[in-house]
T-cell receptor
Framework: EAGVTQFPSHSVIEKGQTVTLRCDPI?????LYWYRRVMGKEIKFLLH????????ESGMPNNRFLAERTGGTYSTLKVQPAELEDSGVYFC???????????????FGPGTRLTVL | DAKTTQPNSMESNEEEPVHLPCNHS???????IHWYRQLPSQGPEYVIH???SNVNNRMASLAIAEDRKSSTLILHRATLRDAAVYYC????????????FGAGTQVVVTP
C-alpha cells in the first residue's frame, strides 16, 4: 500500500510568487492534515479535512494560505503571495477514522521543503 | 490542551534500552498519550499510544504512571535507526485529530 506522498519535495521561489503544494493521502483515508515546521520552531498544525470539508482550520496563519481538497482525495495548499517567513517544511498526514476518540494513527508524508528568497 | 515536558536530548549505546520520560501533570481523564518520532529528513511516524494501561507493540513499550501524570517510552534495544526526535503528545478523546507537537527529545544512539 502506498503511503502519503507529497509533491514537490523541494521548492525554491522568490518572495511574492505563488507556490502550490500537493498531498496524496493513503487511499481511503477520509482525514487529511497539513502541518508545517518553520526554521527553529516546532511542528505546527495548519488544518484538517474530513473528506472534502474543512473540519478545523484554526492553524492557518493568514489568508495568504488556501487549502483545498476537491473530491475528498488529494489536497493542495497554495501560498499566495509567498513571504520569507513561509519558508519551512510542510507535512501532510492522513488517517482512516474520524479521529473523534483521539486514537487514530496519522501517517505522514516526507514533507515539502519550501524556501522563499 | 494539556502540555507535555520532555528532556531535550538523551544518549544511548546501541543494543541497550532507552527510557524516554514525559511529564504531563495537567493531563485530563480523557487524554490519550501518543508517541511519534521523526527520523532525519522524514515526516513524523507513529510509535505507540495508551490511555491508562501499559502498552507494547513491535516498536516500543509505553509505561504509564498510575496517576497518569507521567509516562515513559521504552525502546528495548536501541539501534542506529532509532536515532530520531521523539514526541510525547496528548490527544483529547473528543478532539478532531490534530497533533500538538512540542520540542521532543533528540535520541542519539552510539555504536
Amino acid at each position: 500500500e502506498a503511503g502519503v506522498t507529497q509533491f514537490p519535495s523541494h521548492s525554491v521561489i522568490e518572495k511574492g510568487q505563488t507556490v502550490t503544494l500537493r498531498c496524496d493521502p493513503i487511499s481511503g483515508h477520509d482525514n487529511l492534515y497539513w502541518y508545517r515546521r518553520v526554521m527553529g520552531k516546532e511542528i505546527k498544525f495548519l488544518l484538517h479535512f474530513v473528506k472534502e470539508s474543512k473540519q478545523d482550520e484554526s492553524g492557518m496563519p493568514n489568508n495568504r494560505f488556501l487549502a483545498e481538497r476537491t473530491g475528498g482525495t488529494y489536497s493542495t495548499l497554495k501560498v499566495q503571495p509567498a513571504e520569507l517567513e513561509d519558508s519551512g517544511v510542510y507535512f501532510c498526514a492522513s488517517s482512516s477514522n474520524g479521529g473523534l476518540l483521539g486514537t487514530d494513527t496519522q501517517y505522514f508524508g516526507p514533507g515539502t521543503r519550501l524556501t522563499v528568497l | 490542551d494539556a502540555k507535555t515536558t520532555q528532556p531535550n536530548s538523551m544518549e544511548s549505546n546501541e543494543e541497550e534500552p532507552v527510557h524516554l520520560p514525559c511529564n504531563h501533570s495537567t493531563i485530563s481523564g480523557t487524554d490519550y498519550i501518543h508517541w511519534y518520532r521523526q527520523l532525519p529528513s522524514q515526516g513524523p511516524e507513529y510509535v505507540i499510544h495508551g490511555l491508562t494501561s501499559n502498552v507494547n507493540n513491535r516498536m516500543a513499550s509505553l509505561a504509564i504512571a498510575e496517576d497518569r501524570k507521567s509516562s515513559t517510552l521504552i525502546l528495548h534495544r536501541a539501534t542506529l535507526r532509532d536515532a530520531a526526535v521523539y514526541y510525547c503528545i496528548l490527544r483529547r478523546a473528543d478532539s478532531w485529530g490534530k497533533l500538538q507537537f512540542g520540542a521532543g527529545t533528540q535520541v542519539v544512539v552510539t555504536p
